[in-house]
């Protein structure tokens, strides 16, 4: 079976490689990116690991980075002297670990081609391997067990689209999920999703989510007056941001915000597409429905400010936590199309009002939190999204409201990163003793 895979890897590869490339010319690297995912570094790139215990950690892109920084935090108090990898797939994943502090060293992750996998192992001897959310990669987990290492997963989910695409292939599942150390699951029902897949139950633990112990300190006015300035706000216009935001969706949004400016409203967008390379895209479209925009990493250099009915096109990396600071009020985007929604907690981590689509799967549990506790709300589509927005709006102490609440939400749910802990804490001792 892994040799047939290897195989369509190796095929695979005559697409994976040029893809790669012109991926990585967008972000600045190219040849080290490349490198990397083949299994070749740079004489001293490892050095930061030398002489240590390594914890890998694998998150392939910006939600599971986010996701896994509690954790990644915990690690370096709980063992200081240690060192701590992050590995990504997506170059915009890259880019949010290479801002994480405690991060001793940031990589690509290598192609899953078992003899690529065996020499990146080799090189980096982890004490534990420690997979964010579902990113199971058979060569990888199966090499790591061969070797000795313990793998773990961590903030595990199985959401109603993925569960019976897998169970259809559990008969390949099961035996790949028995190399495992230990399952780290959001709730009960991912758990128990797992444990029908051929999880051993007795290391199926609920330790529940890492989103929830995100921290960030609320922005006071002198915070936000900076940001303004820096993204060339008008001072007094009230800012709506959309964040991550997918192809399709854009322009209903923009359909509403022009409803919204039709009524009369001081209003500026900032307009985050998840795709940094579709803001050029994005941008025509601003264009062809007559509204002035510009791309966040040029609008420094203007020498004034963004009109009102202006619209910010987000097209740097890392910077969401500070639109959502700006905001007045917050859209979460892949929620009006079927792509499963996005994190809606960054949102309410710094106090803001959050709105979001129907399509929500990805999220199930933290959407319905919320909307419980009335710190989101959910619109079924473009006229709604109007309605909704317009009504928040004009009433600031509601948004104010909804924003408390949804930190509230966080408070209340904190842990999941200690619980995660101790289940790793169990693991480390076998890695050492391989």
Request: with cysteine; net charge positive.
């Amino acid at each position: 079976m892994y040799l047939l895979y290897d195989l369509i890897l190796l095929a695979s590869s005559v697409v994976l490689v040029p893809y790669y490339l012109v991926r990585g010319l967008r972000y600045g690297k190219t040849r080290r990116g490349i490198r990397e995912r083949l299994g070749f570094f740079a004489p001293d790139r490892l050095a930061p690991l030398a002489g240590k215990q390594v914890f890998w950690v694998h998150a392939v892109s910006v939600g599971e980075t986010r996701a896994a920084i509690p954790l990644v935090h915990a690690l370096k108090q709980a063992y200081p002297e240690s060192a701590v990898l992050i590995s990504n797939v997506t170059e915009t994943g890259h880019a949010v670990a290479e801002t994480v502090r405690e991060a001793d060293l940031c990589i690509f992750f290598p192609f899953d081609l078992s003899v690529v996998v065996r020499r990146v192992l080799r090189q980096i001897r982890p004490t534990l391997l420690i997979i964010v959310e579902t990113e199971i990669w058979p060569n990888f987990v199966r090499c790591g067990q061969a070797q000795g290492i313990p793998v773990a997963l961590v903030n595990g989910r199985l959401s109603d689209r993925s569960f019976p695409r897998y169970l259809r292939f559990r008969f390949l599942m099961a035996p790949l999920l028995r190399k495992f150390s230990a399952f780290c699951m959001q709730s009960e029902l991912d758990a128990e999703r797992m444990r029908r897949l051929g999880a051993d139950p007795a290391l199926v633990a609920v330790t529940h989510n890492l989103k929830f112990d995100m921290a960030a300190p609320l922005p006071d006015a002198a915070a936000v007056a900076r940001l303004r300035t820096r993204y060339r706000l008008p001072v007094t216009t009230r800012v709506l941001v959309a964040g991550s935001t997918h192809a399709g969706e854009e322009e209903v949004l923009v359909a509403a915000y022009q409803q919204l400016l039709a009524a009369g409203r001081d209003l500026a967008l900032i307009l985050v597409p998840r795709h940094p390379e579709r803001c050029r895209t994005v941008v025509e479209m601003l264009g062809a429905a007559g509204l002035p925009c510009a791309l966040r990493s040029e609008v420094e250099e203007r020498g004034e400010a963004l009109p009102a009915g202006g619209v910010l096109v987000g097209d740097t990396l890392g910077e969401m936590l500070n639109y959502y600071a700006v905001a007045d009020l917050v859209f979460v985007g892949g929620s009006l199309v079927p792509i499963g929604g996005h994190n809606v907690l960054e949102a309410s981590l710094v106090g803001k009002p959050v709105l979001f689509g129907p399509h929500m799967h990805n999220f199930k549990e933290i959407s319905r939190l919320l909307l419980e506790v009335g710190g989101g709300r959910q619109v079924a589509g473009g006229e709604e999204l109007a309605r909704e927005l317009g009504r928040l709006l004009d009433d600031p102490e509601a948004r104010v409201a909804m924003g408390a609440r949804g930190r509230e939400l966080l408070a209340a749910n904190v842990g999941a990163t200690a619980h995660t802990l101790r289940v790793l804490h169990d693991l480390v001792g076998e890695g050492e003793s391989r």
